[in-house]
C-alpha cells in the first residue's frame, strides 16, 4: 500500500505537522506490523502457556471497550468457528454493572483487551475476575501497565500507534488471538495460513489506498454511514462505523446485514453511503440486500473477496481484496478500507484524524 504524496511528507520529516500523518502512516504500516507480530508469537512461548494454562476452559470470554470490544467479537466469532468451544464478547462495563448476567457459573477464560493496557473499565473487570479467583489472560500494546499485573499471563504486540485512533493495534491484536485460537485448535494449516496472510495483502491491497481518496474526493460527505455484516464480519462493520465517527466526526451506524431490512433502511437516501462486509456464507442473501438498498437510491460501497455481476452492477466502489486464503484469515485486511475511508473523510472536512475532538488514547477515569 502507497500514497506517494503522504509518504514524502512523512520522509521529510513533516508528519507531526500533518493532518492525519501518524494515521496514515500507521494504517499503511500494517503488512510489516502483522509480520513481526505473527514472527514474535511462533518463535516465543506465550502461546504455548496460554494454551497450557486455559485449554479446559468451559467457555471464553473476550472482553473490551470501544475498538477493543469489536476486536473481542471477531475474535470470539474465529475460536468458535475454529475450536468449537462457546466464545462471547463482553463490554468491560456489563461485567462492572451486570456481572450476574454475563459471568457464567463454571469454569472460563477470561481475554482482557486493551492497547493501552490502562482503559479503566477493563481493569476494574479485571479486578472483578481476580476476586472471583478467575485467571485471565491479557492483550495489550504497551508492557508494563497495569493490566499487566492483574492478569494471569499477558500478550504483548509491537503494535502500539501515536495517533489516538487504533488501526494497526486492532487488527494486530485480532491476528494474535486468531492465531492462538488455530494453536488450540490444532489447525496448523490456519496458522501458516495467517503467517502466509501478509504478503498476500501487500499484493492485494496496493490499489486500495487511491481507490478510498478517489472516491472521498469524488463525493460530497455522507449524512450518513451505514455499516453492514454477519457472522465474523460484523465486528469488522462496527470498527468500520467507529473510524468513520472518530476520524471523520461523523454519523455512522452499523447492523447485522439483514436486519437493517427492518426499519433502518428507511434512513436510505443517496446522501447515505452503506458499506457492505460480503461473507461468503451468506453472500447471495447479502447481494439480495444490495441489490435491494441500491434500488431505493443508496450510495453503495462493497469489500470483498471476489465480486460477481450481480454486485458490480450494484455498487458505487467495489474493494476487491482477492487472496486465496481462508475467509478468517481475511479479517485482519478487510479493516483497512474501513480505517481510509474514515481517514480521508475526515481530512476532506478539514480536520485531524490523528486525535479528534473529546477523545484521548485510553479512557482513564477519576476513582
Excluded at 510489516?32 to 507480530?37: H, M
Excluded at 505473527?38 to 494454551?51: A, P, S, W
Excluded at 483487551?113 to 475476575?129: F, H, W, Y
Excluded at 495517533?163 to 489447525?187: C, D, E, K, P, W
Aim: proline share 5%.
Amino acid at each position: 500500500m502507497s500514497d506517494a504524496t503522504e509518504l514524502k511528507t512523512l520522509r521529510d520529516g513533516e508528519d507531526a505537522a500533518v493532518a492525519g500523518a501518524y494515521s496514515l502512516a500507521e494504517i499503511l504500516s500494517q503488512q510489516e506490523c502483522w509480520k513481526t507480530c505473527l514472527m514474535n508469537l511462533t518463535r516465543g512461548q506465550i502461546v504455548k502457556e496460554v494454551t497450557a494454562l486455559f485449554n479446559h476452559a468451559g467457555e471464553w470470554l473476550f472482553i473490551g471497550c470501544g475498538s477493543s470490544y469489536y476486536v473481542a467479537l471477531a475474535a470470539a466469532a474465529s475460536l468458535k468457528s475454529l475450536t468449537g468451544r462457546s466464545a462471547r464478547a463482553i463490554p468491560a462495563s456489563e461485567i462492572l454493572l451486570y456481572p450476574e448476567l454475563v459471568l457464567p457459573q463454571g469454569p472460563c477464560a477470561p481475554v482482557l483487551i486493551s492497547r493501552s493496557g490502562q482503559t479503566s473499565e477493563v481493569l476494574k473487570a479485571a479486578e472483578v475476575l481476580k476476586k472471583r479467583n478467575l485467571p485471565s489472560i491479557a492483550i495489550s500494546c504497551v508492557k508494563g501497565q497495569e493490566l499487566e499485573k492483574l492478569a494471569t499471563v499477558t500478550i504483548a504486540l509491537p503494535a502500539d500507534e501515536q495517533s489516538t485512533v487504533m488501526t494497526r493495534s486492532f487488527t494486530s491484536m485480532l491476528l494474535a488471538l486468531q492465531f492462538l485460537a488455530g494453536q488450540m485448535a490444532g489447525n496448523d494449516a490456519f496458522c501458516h495460513a495467517l503467517i502466509a496472510m501478509p504478503e498476500w495483502a501487500g499484493t492485494a491491497l496496493k490499489p486500495v489506498p487511491d481507490q478510498i481518496r478517489d472516491f472521498v474526493a469524488r463525493h460530497n460527505t455522507f449524512a450518513d454511514y451505514v455499516c453492514l455484516g454477519h457472522g465474523p464480519f460484523y465486528g469488522l462493520a462496527c470498527e468500520y462505523a467507529l473510524k468513520v465517527m472518530e476520524m471523520s466526526v461523523s454519523s455512522a451506524q452499523f447492523f447485522h446485514s439483514l436486519e437493517f431490512r427492518h426499519g433502518p433502511k428507511s434512513v436510505v437516501t443517496p446522501n447515505t453511503l452503506l458499506i457492505f462486509l460480503l461473507s461468503e456464507q451468506g453472500y447471495q442473501a447479502e447481494c439480495d440486500l444490495l441489490e435491494e438498498v441500491k434500488s431505493l437510491g443508496g450510495t453503495t460501497l462493497v469489500v470483498a473477496n471476489q465480486a460477481n455481476g450481480r454486485v458490480r452492477a450494484a455498487a458505487d466502489l467495489i474493494v476487491e481484496l482477492p487472496m486465496r486464503l481462508p475467509e478468517l484469515v481475511r479479517l485482519a485486511p478487510s479493516l483497512i478500507p474501513g480505517q481510509l475511508l474514515g481517514l480521508y473523510t475526515g481530512l476532506k472536512k478539514g480536520l485531524n484524524p490523528d486525535s479528534p475532538r473529546h477523545l484521548s488514547r485510553a479512557v482513564i477515569l477519576d476513582d
